[in-house]
């Protein structure tokens, strides 16, 4: 079993910027593919990125291209999510999980999650 401790979150004003970091138990972390979802009060759950920890490919959100940016560090099993040009619809908890699928848009797809985050946009 794979446990996943996500940190960095916080209140942030508009045009702002985060760094949201997952932490992972496992040595084998470089076996899976780690993404990151959020969910705002009364929505469903979104994607927001993955990335193949191995190797170099990564997906976006259409909400986030161009904005955040996901990158992991196989030998500290963790993963980030760099987040800039924050605004109040980025309001959200935010999750990493791990899969084994690609490109891992699908919550279900995701086999392991982190107890969340929250990340708040405001002035």
């Known amino acids: 079993q794979v446990q996943l401790v996500e940190s960095g979150g916080g209140l942030v004003q508009p045009g702002g910027s985060l760094r949201l970091s997952c932490a992972a138990s496992?040595?084998?972390?470089?076996?899976?593919?780690m993404g990151w979802f959020r969910q705002a009060a009364g929505k469903e759950r979104e994607f927001v990125a993955s990335?193949?920890?191995?190797?170099?490919?990564?997906e976006y959100g259409d909400s986030v291209k161009g904005r955040f940016t996901i990158s992991c560090d196989s030998s500290k099993n963790t993963g980030y999510l760099q987040m800039n040009s924050l605004n109040t619809e980025d309001t959200a908890v935010y999750f990493c999980?791990?899969?084994?699928?690609?490109?891992?848009?699908?919550?279900?797809?995701?086999?392991?999650w982190g107890q969340g985050t929250p990340v708040t946009v405001s002035s």
């Open positions: 999980a791990v899969t084994r699928a690609w490109p891992g848009r699908r919550p279900y797809e995701y086999i392991y």
């Open positions: 496992e040595r084998t972390f470089n076996t899976w593919n």
């Open positions: 990335i193949i920890v191995s190797g170099s490919m990564t």
